[in-house]
């Protein structure tokens, strides 16, 4: 069964701050708030097909909303975090339904559009945002008088946040309706011939990954304390991409595994070479040339390979 | 009076300065089985994909047991009962048969709407699924993909999809392109078993098989009905031999 392994992985996860430093621990939340990210995009590149390269937008916003009401409204967490959430679902609502006009590559550009448009207010409407200075002097949340500014208490929620997260998104692309959305994704002519509304299914699909980024968002500025326009810029939203591909499109352990590989990379990378782009860059060209399926489905491959097993 | 179970109207639809269709009239009975034959170019994909739902008529009507679907979207076809074939396979490659039947008959279900509950082999849509495969002799066959079966298998298969949603009217886009003279038989006798209450209409080349077949049958030239009748009427027909015949 699968189930062992999981909750032996859980449980390893869940030991981690016990025996590792600070650093590592913070370094593990990071990998977490990734991981959510690149499993909310992964809904649409891997099931629905839809490659979008604007997806740091709905992280970003509801981050910038979080902040945007505590700092200026004097709004508290219990209501800033649903707010948050909510907005930030309404705008996939409305973001879904203009993107969603095109697919394929067209799909792209506007998600990429919509993206640029956000980013740029991010930067130029400075009475709300403060622009390039960002909003900070923010707060992480005490749920139950449990204060999430200890490292370890961070990672533990972000843990339980990433879980649940994860558990409903897999159980979201296994159900019927995740049937139908991969069905979409390989045969759409023959989807809307067999009764399912393939336009409506899409929408559906990006509003729910909007809604995950956006819980992602909220991770992330707990996390930071601080919000700055960086996080809606497209290279967030290509690395989020690369997490999604390069572990694996299209399966729930793909994005996770993505996410380890890229933040990881980040942070060591780029503490010891200055062009660590170009790191990440050569890792992703490894991938796809040996692994084009991604690390999770890949690293599968081979073992079977390895075993003699030529199916 | 019976409701047809198709009912043309005048149809008309034009690809810039050509006119693909023009004025076609049809009507099906419930239970019928009747095929459109004509020459490369006469009109019938096109045809084909306005009942369908693909392509908007200019002008004219389609129904469907006494429903306008002219202006519906595809979708609305299955949910009024009309389940098609396509000329070129349209399976799911990477699912297993079980599955691309099972999601076929999802899309006439409520059960599509569902998110939470996980939609596994031991749901009663797939044990619908592997029965119908049975029945068309490919349980053994059930759990492979798609993509690794014969063409032949994957033809069965097309139509088994189609009919795993118990459709009233059934389209047949050209059902034996491309198999070999056994498999022709194959989906002959696949064919020819189908229920007798759902009406069937058929796009074919094979006149053998079309024609045996076939009780009704309607001959289509440059987007025009030429001949409608049954079997006999039509093969003598001096503008059949004319026009699909070329002699």
Redesign the interface.
């Known amino acids: 069964m699968k189930r062992l392994p999981i909750a032996a992985l859980l449980l390893l996860l869940f030991s981690i701050p016990l025996f590792a430093g600070e650093y590592f621990v913070n370094l593990g939340s990071q990998i977490l708030i990734a991981a959510v990210f690149a499993a909310s995009l992964n809904l649409l590149v891997g099931y629905g097909g839809l490659t979008s390269l604007g997806h740091a937008t709905f992280m970003g916003l509801s981050a910038y909303i979080s902040a945007w009401l505590a700092v200026k409204m004097g709004l508290g967490h219990a209501a800033t975090a649903p707010a948050a959430l909510l907005l930030t679902t309404l705008i996939g609502v409305a973001f879904g339904w203009i993107a969603l006009r095109a697919t394929g590559l067209g799909f792209l550009m506007l998600t990429l559009a919509l993206s640029q448009i956000v980013w740029g207010l991010g930067y130029r409407w400075v009475s709300v945002t403060n622009g390039d200075n960002g909003l900070s002097g923010l707060t992480r949340p005490q749920p139950f008088g449990w204060s999430l500014d200890v490292s370890s208490h961070f990672f533990w929620f972000s843990l339980l946040v990433s879980c649940v997260c994860i558990f409903l998104m897999a159980r979201f692309v296994k159900s019927p309706f995740g049937a139908s959305l991969r069905g979409t994704k390989d045969q759409a002519r023959r989807m809307a011939a067999l009764g399912f509304n393939v336009h409506a299914i899409r929408w559906f699909s990006f509003i729910v990954a909007s809604f995950f980024a956006a819980v992602a968002g909220l991770l992330y500025v707990y996390f930071h304390k601080y919000i700055h326009p960086s996080v809606m810029s497209v290279t967030v939203s290509a690395e989020a991409l690369l997490c999604v591909i390069a572990g694996g499109a299209g399966t729930i352990a793909g994005p996770l595994v993505g996410a380890i590989l890229v933040v990881v990379l980040k942070t060591y990378a780029s503490a010891y070479i200055e062009r660590w782009n170009m790191m990440l860059g050569l890792v992703f060209l490894f991938i796809v040339v040996f692994m084009p399926a991604g690390l999770v489905p890949g690293v599968a491959h081979w073992t079977r390979r390895l075993r003699g097993d030529k199916s | 009076m019976t409701t047809p179970a198709l009912e043309l109207r005048d149809l008309q639809k034009s690809f810039g300065g050509v006119a693909v269709t023009q004025g076609v009239s049809l009507t099906i009975q419930p239970g019928e089985r009747r095929l459109i034959i004509g020459p490369n170019g006469a009109g019938k994909t096109t045809l084909f994909n306005q009942i369908?739902?693909?392509i908007m008529p200019d002008s004219g009507t389609i129904s469907v047991f006494g429903q306008d679907l002219t202006h519906q979207?595809?979708?609305a076809?299955?949910?009024a009962g009309v389940?098609?074939t396509?000329q070129v396979i349209?399976?799911?490659?990477?699912?297993t048969l079980a599955?691309n039947v099972a999601?076929?008959m999802?899309?006439?279900n409520r059960?599509?709407?569902?998110?939470?509950?996980?939609?596994?082999s031991d749901d009663a849509l797939y044990e619908r699924a592997l029965q119908i495969l049975s029945s068309l002799g490919l349980s053994d066959k059930a759990h492979l993909q798609a993509g690794e079966i014969s063409y032949g298998e994957q033809r069965r298969v097309e139509i088994a999809?189609a009919m795993s949603?118990s459709p009233r009217l059934l389209l047949l886009d050209e059902p034996l392109a491309g198999l070999s003279q056994d498999e022709r038989a194959m989906v002959r006798d696949l064919i020819a078993g189908l229920p007798r209450e759902t009406a069937i209409v058929m796009i074919e080349h094979d006149m053998d098989v079309a024609l045996a077949f076939a009780e009704q049958i309607t001959v289509l030239h440059q987007g025009r009905v030429i001949v409608e009748g049954d079997r006999e009427t039509v093969v003598n027909h001096p503008r059949t031999r004319e026009i699909y015949l070329g002699t």
């Open positions: 369908a739902g693909e979207p595809v979708q076809r299955a949910h389940s098609r396509y349209t399976l799911f490659a990477k699912d599955h999601l076929a999802l899309g006439v059960q599509r709407f569902q998110i939470f509950k996980a939609f596994r999809v949603q």
